[in-house]
């Protein structure tokens, strides 16, 4: 069975094993196989035909495996192509937030944006061939490159979502309310520094025949003009959240808008309003701050799996919204802040140009991007600009991952 898996042809991933049918390889697949398997459900003829990756016309733990390591582990990110062109960039209703004005013209040049943040499994996948090969090490749980923190293990931060066991990083299992197990291997990366996040880039570059973005030293200076893969610009990362020139600018939001056409919405939900429906946020409720904690973790932090809301997950309030973002990403609203490749300047939209802006030469802080489950709504809007030091690793922070084209 082992030798007919491996070498299975590959499928094209749209179809084979999307399981659920909504285009997108996640976890939800992987689930719907398993209680398939386990006989706690029964998959539609469609379903089972989308199962079968090893194309032996029956179901069993083999295609468990492909799709698993296909959202979960797998060395290729999913990525989205992100067309050349021009967008507004900025606060279009201009809510107080000084660093998320003026509104801007930007022209992008053609790109690809990860369709999910960074998962743990994916991290780990990193970091175990980076420590086999001697290019990490680990100091008090803390993984090290040289001088430069990367990440942190459970073993230095208990809320940390990943650990150091027996030789090998593994992503961490935890438990819900109710006392059931659930692996973070699906959950978005945290506790990981710009630095690990860059790193992690480069290594996808080599692995993939890329030219490397990134110098490891001094102040991590990047050559965006490669073709490897880096962190988003701020730019890029608001023009996938954001950008729908589609949309005619009518707002179901109190405020109205700077302009009658703005192509633009205030969150990267294709809404101008969320809720814990369709974001892993924060809302303030009768008196209280309740984040969503949407899989009724029992402790912190309270991820959820990377694309959850898809209209077809339920959360602990239940049934979720289709909330990707107009370019298809998911999770830009809400579940953790997203590393963003721009040193933070806080006038730069006055002066910045107009043609791939790579954000200042140099700074203190690297900017941070829509949000995370521990914060209110208006902190997740997609213009929203805040700056966060190099260095610093924290349960609300993760990433995702772009490439120039």
Known sequence: MATAFLLAPPCPAQLLGDV?????????????????????????????????????????????????????????????????????MGDPWAEGHVPDVPMHLVKLSPYEIGRFEVTNAELCAFLNEAHAAGAVSIAEGVVVRGEFPLCDTAQAEPDAQIEFVDGQFRPRERLTGSGAPVSMASHPAVHVSWYGAAAHCNWLSRRHGFDEVYVETGEWPARLDRNGYHLPTEAQWE??????????????????????????WRFATQSDAVDDSSANVTLFLAGHFVPANPIALASGPPTSPVGFYNGQSFSRTGLTLDSRSPAGCRDMTGNVWEWCH??????????????????????????????????????SRSAYRVLLRPDLRYGLDGYRVARSL
């Open 20 to 88: 659920t049918g909504d285009g997108e390889l996640t976890a939800h697949d992987s689930d719907s196989l398993a209680n398939h398997l386990l006989g706690r459900q029964t998959l539609s003829p469609q379903a089972a035909a989308r199962a079968d990756c090893d194309g032996r016309r029956g179901l069993d733990a083999a295609d468990l495996v492909w799709i698993v390591n296909q959202h979960s582990s797998d060395l290729i990110p999913q990525m989205i192509r992100i067309p050349g062109g021009p967008f507004l």
């Open 239 to 264: 023009r996938a959240a954001s950008w729908d020139p589609g949309h005619t600018g009518l707002s179901s939001y109190p405020v109205p808008p700077l302009a009658p056409a703005l192509g633009r």
């Open 342 to 379: 721009d040193w933070y300047g806080r006038d730069y939209y006055t002066d910045s140009p107009v043609a791939d802006p790579p954000g200042p030469s140099s700074g203190l802080a690297r900017i941070i991007r829509g949000g995370s489950w521990q914060n209110m709504p208006q902190y």
